[in-house]
């Protein structure tokens, strides 16, 4: 804080400027420890704090699946992409045709589940196809040793 002056030397002037430094400081530290003891508010910090680097952390991941699996697509030959993007499109088909089955005869309940777990696919297409195209390599490598 502040040196302790001796009184006879100082004049009226310079002993309010010495209070009034006194003051500001002193209101400075309470605020700071009433921020330090403000539980719920440091809770809430930290909480915001962790879930940024949660999405921060999400996105990359998720770009770094995005590159695998280009490179696994890039990786693969022709063929399999033939075949692969053929199966695709049979399950594409089946799809659609169960799912025209599913809301003709499916209950309410069933049917919203079932139209949650369709946005969920197409929110992850990437990692499905990335999913799709190693089990294709995976299929491929065993079909190869049994030959």
């Known amino acids: 804080m502040t040196q ?12 309010r400027e010495q209070v009034e430094k ?3 400081e002193l209101g400075e530290t309470v605020q700071a ?3 330090k003891t403000d539980v719920k508010t440091r809770a809430q910090e930290k909480a915001t704090e962790v879930r940024h680097q949660a999405a921060a952390k999400a996105g990359q ?18 063929p399999v992409k033939d075949k ?14 169960a799912s025209h089955l599913l809301q003709e005869n499916a209950p309410e309940p069933v049917r919203h589940k079932a139209a949650q777990g369709a946005q969920a696919a197409r929110d992850n297409r990437t990692l499905l196809l990335a999913a799709a195209a ?6 491929l490598a065993c079909r190869r040793r049994k030959e």
């Open 22 to 24: 006194t003051r500001e």
């Open 84 to 97: 692969a993007a053929h199966a695709a499109e049979q399950a594409r088909t089946r799809a659609t045709q």
């Open 33 to 35: 420890l009433a921020g």
């Open 61 to 78: 991941l998720k770009t770094k699946a995005a590159d695998v699996a280009h490179q696994v697509q890039d990786k693969l030959p022709d």
């Open 4 to 15: 302790p002056h001796d009184e006879q030397n100082s004049s009226p002037e310079e002993l």
């Open 134 to 139: 190693g089990a294709a390599l995976v299929w």
